[in-house]
């Protein structure tokens, strides 16, 4: 049953071909990777894009869709302030695409992980109903990492780059929003071509005491919601203050609903212990950084909007959750007119 | 596209509870685990498990289904003379199945990880047509590793338990074969609970020089042939002397093409370069030990079926592919009569 098809074997000739072989003692080949001993702790990740789910093979080229499905796993080292390493591939593979498509898409993958030193050192190929790419990935941290529980309260919450981007992006991919041309390519872009703060993160591990940090996967109000709910805080975020690009007002205008909900930005959301003024911030990190808000202590109100703040505050319910006090919130600001 | 529906937060608190947290530093539930530094060499390998492809849920248990998307990646680190530590879940969900599939699945995942010693450190949820189970784990190696390269010609080729249970179970399953009660059980349990052979893979390693080595997953005949490839090897295969479980004599009868064909097996082939009765093998690996053929120069005759011997020779044609003429080498030894 799960036999695989003549055309795979030349699949796994071209996964077997991405290792490059500096950093492994062995790559693709063999039944593992053979890696050398690490001085450094190490960090790993896994994550994954399935079609029809996070993607669609219309939106994008396939070297897009390569470089983008490790992007995802990059910026996850980026968020605890890692450096990548080494990562293993797998790829389920529908009927109805070809050699060409692998190719290309390998072509994107093996481009990206090159600019940011990263080896494919082995993969596994399967079939499946639907094309996904998972992709397991090591890092090493050579400082104190960047953790979710790190947050006191009186810490200044940041953002690297502008969000809101790739949500409004994926919105005129799917037919639900339209943009001017150069709007619109550039939130596309900002959708299919997502940057890990690859630098950022290492230039922020330097901070002493670490920051908390988390990569704005999800949407910047439940990343948030993550660092709160690990780090047993509160926070309030100044809506005013969440960077919007030109692009996004463009096409958006101001509400800030779907800068808050939308995700996949890959942007670093981090709270330093000692506030530092964002355009410092802006040069020692090498990414444009804002200032957004401040860690309160754990209470029980939630989502309570004052005149532009909006108090989001972790408050476990019994059984322990506190994703749905933040959602309510979240519904909360949606309702208000104009964010 | 890509939000989560509400029943994942369920889910994802439930991955993070598997983190027992002794090897990692930090566990599950923020963007990496972090794992301390490795004195040893590290092993990495990636495996998936699709519904349709690998699996069908009517055929098993949700516990044996988490134990086997484990056992599978626990295989490979046992054919590299290695020891599995910790391991990444990516879980592929689709509609339709409840919370207690998933906590009992895990438990066999669970139970897997704590009989292997493995930590799972992480995870991803996503949505999908079909589930999928994806793991990266990783191992450590501290002596010379097992690797499909090694093979020289003149070693002796050993298997280890015996081989087709799996792809006869597979064929009860699937109502392509009928057996009595007793073997249709053990082939069944064969498929659906396979044993990753670790002890036996670190025993291996200890053997100077580094015997070469492979686990079947493809089958006898494919898996064999990898190795044939990556050491540009041939080899004569005695197929009287591939082990044969009582079961799928029962089964199957004597005919061992299914043996060399079908997959799944999860048994170590080995070879070593100072032959060793097989008896004294069983003892010292801890399973019962095989001898079935040697390791050949490399040549140009192709599955020739000389009285019961087959002469595999790994005969590279001009773009350097070797599969091919090793698939023709089996279906001349399916045309024979007997096996």
């Known amino acids: 049953m799960s036999k695989s098809p003549g055309e795979f074997h030349l699949i796994e000739r071209l996964l077997k071909r991405l290792g490059s072989g500096r950093r492994a003692i ?34 994008g080229t396939p070297e897009a869709l390569g470089a983008r499905a490790l992007t995802v796993n990059l910026s996850d080292v980026a968020a605890m302030g890692g450096k990548p390493t080494v990562c293993v591939v797998n790829l389920a593979v529908r009927d109805g695409l070809g050699m060409r498509f692998f190719d290309r898409m390998y072509r994107g993958l093996q481009s990206a992980a090159a600019r940011a030193e990263v080896e494919v050192v082995g993969g596994n190929i399967t079939r499946a109903g639907a094309l996904a790419i998972t992709i397991a990935l090591l890092g090493e941290v050579r400082g104190a990492a960047l953790r979710r529980d790190a947050a006191r309260p009186g810490d200044t919450i940041y953002v690297t780059g502008t969000v809101g981007d790739a949500a409004a992006g994926l919105q005129i991919l799917s037919g639900q929003l ?15 071509r997502p940057t890990a703060r690859l630098q950022a993160g290492l230039r922020l591990a330097r901070i002493k005491p670490a920051p908390a940090a988390i990569d704005l996967s999800d949407g910047l109000w439940q990343d948030l919601g993550h660092i709160l709910e690990r780090s047993e805080v509160g926070a ?7 960077p919007l690009s030109a692009a996004y007002r463009a096409a958006v205008g101001d509400d800030r609903a779907l800068a808050l909900r939308g995700g996949e930005d890959y942007e670093l ?13 802006t040069r020692s990190l090498g990414v444009r950084v804002s200032r957004i808000g401040r860690i309160t202590s754990s209470g029980k109100a939630v989502g309570k909007v004052v005149s532009g703040t909006v108090v989001l505050v972790n408050a476990p319910d019994s059984v322990g959750r506190s994703r749905r006090p933040l959602l309510a919130g979240w519904d909360q600001l949606r309702s208000q007119p104009g964010g």
Do not use: Y
């Open 26 to 59: 062995l790559g693709p080949g063999d039944d593992c990777a053979i890696l050398p001993a690490n001085r450094a702790r190490q960090l790993l990740t896994i994550d994954s894009m399935v079609e029809d789910v996070h993607f669609k093979l219309t939106w």
């Open 178 to 192: 339209r943009a001017r041309a150069a709007a619109r390519k550039f939130l596309i872009d900002r959708f299919l």
């Open 236 to 242: 309030e975020i100044d809506v005013s203050a969440v």
């Open 269 to 281: 959301l981090f709270c330093l212990r000692r506030a530092v003024a964002a355009p410092a911030l």
